[in-house]
């Protein structure tokens, strides 16, 4: 031991002395070279994931989580349900789920992107097969709850209205929304392809002398044209334009020599409807009132009870109790 401890001390330097700082801090070894590695990998080696890092609840727990996980559950989901509409999803629910769509009478959902959204029509020489129920003013209250009972009693629906989008959105593909000018002729020949039924829930003038309304078989009306001539005073000047409109759509529906169903309603108001019952004396429309849902109601369940020429009658909520419209019209026709 003492011989190693010599030779430690003694320093690699003979002139110069030996000293403690020396002997303590021997000179630096040579760099060793590391030997390369056998085999290298041939493939990139996957990156390690980043580390989770605390996100603090307020409630005196934290959760972790990846900043850089791709939200994949969210993504996927987007393409499918979430875009649907609201109505759609409503619709969906109380229909029995989307798997029941087509069998309801609704086509797929088409995506937002585009889809058929803005293809033009190259079938336009194609005769349809007429199973659609057209409703003219389709934006108003009234036309709304026309469309509801419509897409319940699982009809093909064409609406007549300006905003297409906003009835898109509120309505999906229920129904095919018509938007441009009715005394266009060729506009006119386009939105009645297919219709085997009008509703006109309004007097908005849609019956002109010059539309064709060749191949539709039946014609609803729903007229306030007893509560126009009812009105005095200022009311009736403000309703002189209505009045003249409504007056004009019951003549030309007259004339067409279609099968029509002339309702002539007592004034619509905003109550609940299936409230009350109905009364079909002649003269009530002049002086009663019917809600609006009610009112609906009756133009829909009118659509499969075609009179040979012209059904004409009034109408507003009353006590008379109504279970069977289908039995209601066949005996309301056999009366002529």
């Not at 209250?141 to 989008?165: C, F, P, Y």
Request: hydrophobic share 35%; with cysteine.
């Amino acid at each position: 031991i003492s011989r190693l401890s010599t030779l430690a001390m003694q320093s690699p330097y003979p002139n110069q002395p030996v000293t403690h700082a020396r002997a303590r801090n021997p000179p630096p070894a040579a760099p060793q070279m590391r030997a390369p590695p056998l085999l290298a990998p041939s493939t990139p080696q996957p990156a390690r994931p980043p580390p989770l890092r605390p996100l603090r609840t307020g409630l005196g727990r934290s959760l972790f989580f990846s900043p850089r996980r791709p939200p994949l559950l969210a993504v996927a989901r987007s393409k499918s349900r979430d875009d649907a509409s609201f109505t759609d999803r409503i619709l969906d629910y109380i229909e029995g789920g989307p798997k029941l769509r087509k069998w309801y009478g609704a086509p797929d959902l088409l995506p937002k992107d585009g889809g058929a959204e803005g293809e033009e029509d190259e079938s336009s020489d194609i005769e349809e097969p007429r199973d659609a129920v057209l409703v003219t003013n389709g934006e108003s209250e009234i036309g709304q709850m026309v469309i509801l009972s419509l897409i319940l009693k699982r009809a093909r629906i064409k609406a007549l209205v300006k905003d297409k989008r906003s009835t898109g959105e509120a309505f999906g593909t229920y129904v095919e929304c018509m938007v441009g000018n009715i005394r266009d002729k060729s506009f006119t020949r386009k939105t009645l392809r297919g219709v085997r039924a009008v509703i006109c829930p309004t007097d908005d003038g849609f019956f002109s002398d010059q539309i064709d309304l060749k191949g539709v078989e039946h014609i609803v009306l729903l007229s306030q044209l007893s509560v126009y001539r009812n009105s005095g005073g200022l009311q009736a000047i403000m309703n002189s334009k209505l009045r003249k409109l409504a007056e004009r759509d019951e003549n030309v529906v007259l004339a067409s020599g279609i099968p029509s169903t002339i309702i002539r309603s007592a004034s619509l108001e905003t109550t609940p409807g299936g409230e009350k019952g109905f009364n079909f004396t002649e003269g009530i429309a002049a002086k009663g009132k019917i809600s609006r849902e009610d009112a609906a109601t009756i133009c829909v369940e009118a659509l499969d009870a075609i009179p040979q020429t012209t059904l004409i009658f009034e109408v507003a909520n009353g006590d008379e109790n109504v279970t069977d419209w289908k039995t209601w019209f066949a005996e309301r026709m056999a009366k002529g």
